[in-house]
């Protein structure tokens, strides 16, 4: 059983044919307060999957709160949350006194309520395993960029990251395309300010594409294809997993000289153009029947 929301719909069914499962939607109501009202199918199945992708997450945290905890009184004695984008997971650590760890926060709450936790390309940036951010029964953090790279099928292509926290994907997606890897070093100042400084390797004439994890506000992204451009490149392209484009960042990344955006469906997107669900149902067929 695949409990879902509304919104949803659509990833829920490409899960669904991927996977061998039942759909099952979860009905939602808000009263005129703000506070929510669901209603869970019944019976819940023993072992059930719960779909919940958690950009814009506050909210759908109350959610995950809600469903879950009902959905053991309904039934489910083994609950898997699918999180294909998974919130909270970029502070790991706490850099001023008093702030909040909220990776650590979140993760723990998380594991108390499910058995089995699945995302995808989890921003970890100090922490070797997701398992350590969230520490539940089992806890499985796939990839996307064997499918970013696999979309790309020229050898003339040098994929490139913008970061160093980026090479892993870099790496990963260059390696599925067959073409060259090289990163970036980035010095961020703020949230909206970033300065790049481009790899020792030729861009001329080059078709490039930025590999990156998250797309958020733009501006890193932008500063690496303006760069990139100046140095020769023919064009520049690029491809994430989780396209959040927060306020002007589509428009940032057009001025910036980006040719094409492309996304997975982690979160929907206008940019979606890869599908995670075959990659997903993999993963939770290696969970305990």
Known sequence: MLLHFDDERDYAVRLVTAAGLTLAPIERHRFPDGELKLRLPTPVAPHAVLLRSLHRPNEKLIELLLAARAARELGARHLTLVAPYLAYMRQDAAFAPGEAVSQRIIGRWLADLFDAVITIDPHLHRVGSLKEAVPAGTAIALSAAP????????????????DAEAEPWVRAAAAAADCDAAVCRKTRRGDRDVEVTLPAVSFAGRHVVIVDDVASTGRTLAAVARQALAAGARRVDVAVTHALLVDDADAVLRAAGVNDFLSTDTVPHPSNRISTADLIASALRTLPP
């Open 147 to 162: 499918l970013i790279g696999g979309s790309f099928s020229t050898t003339d292509v040098l994929m490139l990251g913008p």
